[in-house]
């Protein structure tokens, strides 16, 4: 790896966190802090590391598939992605960006009990525009054709998204039914040697809820990694 693209990813980290200007950014949420006020991501600089890790890891060994993020906010955690991809050498792969891009939705109680209290929705902060967020892509200079924008809720995004193979899912919907629709439309799709990401999975208890029980219907076996306070992975196992 050569060291000049390390270097590169390593100041994308800093100015996405805002920490070149921020020193003091590091994890807002994980301090009990408000939404980061500049920002471009919510995520902290463990959850950026993994994000790399599991690219580099899918590339090494040459896993078939796409990167997608569903829950984006200001784009930071997807910006990285196609980051990784340039500074990795990578001509190939899309990155999918998907979100409402209006916040998150009301619960849906009848489908999804589990989000009775959930009150994301409430949130003016949560509601990032479409073109506010490539408007971020095109300041890193990774605004092009091989990032492609999926606006609208996930239950009727996701379930026909014309993707045939995913080798990193990266979930960050933070409620049961965001978590629960992105997994029953997606991991399906993800290869085997490929990382599925969930952001919320420590934190917040409905998406906690969506995983063990898509695991437990999917008889999924592989174990949690633990990334930080609030995010795991685990990587699919070629007969998972
Ligand atoms: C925690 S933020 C994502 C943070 C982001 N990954 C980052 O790098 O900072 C959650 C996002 O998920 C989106 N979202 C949650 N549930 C959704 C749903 N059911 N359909 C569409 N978008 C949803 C919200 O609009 C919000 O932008």
Redesign the pocket.
Known sequence: MSDAASRYLELLKAC?MDEIYDPEHRDVLAEDREW?RR?????GRE?LDNIQACIESVLEDGVEGDLI??????????I?MRGVLEARGDAARTVWV????????APDTQNFPADAADA?FTRPE???SVDEVKANFARYGLLDDRVIFVE???????PALPVEKLAVL?L????Y??TR??LDALYPKLQPGGYIIV??YRSIPGCFKAVNDYRAEQHIREPFVVVDWTAVCWRREPNG
Not at 39 to 43: D, I, N, R, V
Not at 69 to 78: C, D, L, M, N, P
């Open positions: 996405l980061p920002a471009h991501t919510m995520l959850r993020e569903t829950g984006v906010w200001r784009g930071g955690a997807t990285f998907a979100d409402s891009f209006q916040g998150l939705p994301h949560l509601a990032v609208g809720w996930f239950r009727e995004t996701l990266r960050d919907g933070d409620m039914e965001s629709v992105a952001d919320d």
